[in-house]
Structures are given as structure tokens and as C-alpha cells.
């Protein structure tokens, strides 16, 4: 969804080189990607790579020129993954991880731009999330889902042991009032 939001005319008027530093759609780009990844607290990198021979470089990225961790446009992905060269080949949107890369250990959902004309995949849109914190969500969602499952087996255990009191208590009833009817048939008439 937010690959749709970017322009590819504006990806396609870019040089992806250090020429684009300055350049107002540059800008205007790299502050989109720095709201979404602000918007998505799950998010550490959002970026815009393109094939610029056989060579995966960045476009643009959602960090500030300050960063150790920026990535200017015009520099090579070299540990650009199989499947993210593919999905830039093929315009499939696909998630890969965890992997390791000069950043850290990541998530990465890739997400084609493709020209609405030629359906041609003009880059594609990246995001990251720490491996790690990608965890934790999938382990809390597991736990979430185990607690229910064990709420609902006690709820059935509970509801089973009290049918069978229930039908204990029946059982002893039922048998106290033959045992009553029986003492009281053998007990003389003028008993009473």
C-alpha cells in the first residue's frame, strides 16, 4: 500500500546517484519515506532501491544524512538478497528473514513500483524490522492464541467435572431415596 503512494515518474526523473542530494523531488521523496517509517513503530528502515546495471542501489532511504546508518542514493546494496533481486525483477510483493546485513538482523517486506502504463517494475519499496522485535510480536501473538486454547480446555474441564458432580450427586440421591424407601417399608406401620 505505501509502494502505491509513491510517484514512479518521480523514481524515474531521479538520477540515483549523489547528484540527487538537493534535488527537491529527492527531498520530497526522502521525507515521504521518513513519515511512513515514523508512522510504523514496527519499522526501522524504509528505501527505495533500483537495478542500475546488475547492482541493487538505493534511491532514497527514511534515514537523515546525520545517520551512521544512511544509505545516500547512488550507493550499492552488495548484500542485496536473491529474493529481493527477484522481487525487483519479477513486481512480487514478498517478505524474506530473518537475514543479516551490515545494519543488523531484519524482517524485509519488499513491495514493487511499477509504472501504471507498462506494469514495469520502475523500483521497489523496502522495510525493515529488527529480527528480534519481529519475534517478540510472533511469540506474543502464539501466547495470545495458547491462552485462549488453555482457557477454553479449563472452561471444558471445569463444565465436564461439574456434570459429573452433578450426576454423582443424581447417583446418590437416587440411591439414598431407595435406601429410605426400603428402611421404611420394614418398619411396622404402627410406628408411625
Same mark, same amino acid.
Given at each position: 500500500?505505501?509502494?502505491?503512494?509513491?510517484?514512479?515518474?518521480?523514481?524515474?526523473?531521479?538520477?540515483?546517484?549523489?547528484?540527487?542530494?538537493? !534535488?527537491?523531488?529527492?527531498?520530497?521523496?526522502?521525507?515521504?519515506?521518513?513519515?511512513?517509517?515514523?508512522?510504523?513503530?514496527?519499522?526501522?528502515?524504509?528505501?527505495?532501491?533500483?537495478?542500475?546495471g546488475k547492482d541493487v542501489?538505493?534511491?532514497?532511504?527514511?534515514?537523515?544524512?546525520?545517520?551512521?546508518?544512511?544509505?545516500?542514493?547512488?550507493?550499492?546494496?552488495?548484500?542485496?538478497?536473491?529474493?529481493?533481486?527477484?522481487?525487483?525483477?519479477? $513486481?512480487?510483493?514478498?517478505t524474506e528473514g530473518p537475514?543479516?546485513?551490515?545494519?543488523?538482523?531484519?524482517?524485509?517486506?519488499f513491495a514493487p513500483i =511499477?509504472?501504471?502504463?507498462?506494469?514495469?517494475?520502475?523500483?521497489?519499496? $523496502?522495510?525493515?524490522?529488527?529480527?528480534?522485535?519481529?519475534?517478540?510480536?510472533?511469540?506474543?501473538?502464539?501466547?495470545?492464541?495458547?491462552?485462549?486454547?488453555?482457557?477454553?480446555?479449563?472452561?471444558?474441564?471445569?463444565?465436564?467435572?461439574?456434570?459429573?458432580?452433578?450426576?454423582?450427586?443424581?447417583?446418590?440421591?437416587?440411591? =439414598? !431415596?431407595?435406601?429410605?424407601?426400603?428402611? =421404611?417399608?420394614?418398619?411396622?406401620?404402627?410406628?408411625?
Open positions: 500500500m505505501a509502494a502505491a503512494s509513491i510517484n514512479p515518474e518521480q523514481l524515474v526523473r531521479l538520477k540515483g546517484s549523489k547528484e540527487d542530494i538537493g !534535488n527537491p523531488e529527492y527531498e520530497s521523496l526522502k521525507q515521504r519515506l521518513t513519515a511512513m517509517r515514523l508512522a510504523n513503530n514496527d519499522c526501522r528502515f524504509v528505501y527505495i532501491v533500483v537495478f542500475r542501489v538505493f534511491l532514497a532511504d527514511s534515514e537523515p544524512p546525520s545517520s551512521p546508518d544512511y544509505s545516500p542514493p547512488g550507493q550499492v546494496y552488495t548484500e542485496a538478497s536473491d529474493i529481493m533481486r527477484e522481487s525487483l525483477h519479477n $513486481g512480487q510483493n514478498v537475514y543479516a546485513d551490515r545494519w543488523g538482523v531484519w524482517v524485509s517486506s =511499477l509504472n501504471p502504463q507498462s506494469h514495469q517494475v520502475v523500483a521497489l519499496m $523496502g522495510q525493515d524490522t529488527e529480527a528480534g522485535y519481529w519475534q517478540r510480536n510472533i511469540n506474543r501473538s502464539r501466547l495470545a492464541v495458547i491462552c485462549v486454547i488453555l482457557l477454553i480446555a479449563l472452561l471444558a474441564i471445569a463444565f465436564f467435572g461439574i456434570q459429573q458432580k452433578k450426576y454423582e450427586s443424581a447417583e446418590l440421591s437416587s440411591f =439414598l !431415596n431407595y435406601a429410605i424407601a426400603r428402611c =421404611l417399608k420394614r418398619i411396622p406401620h404402627q410406628c408411625f
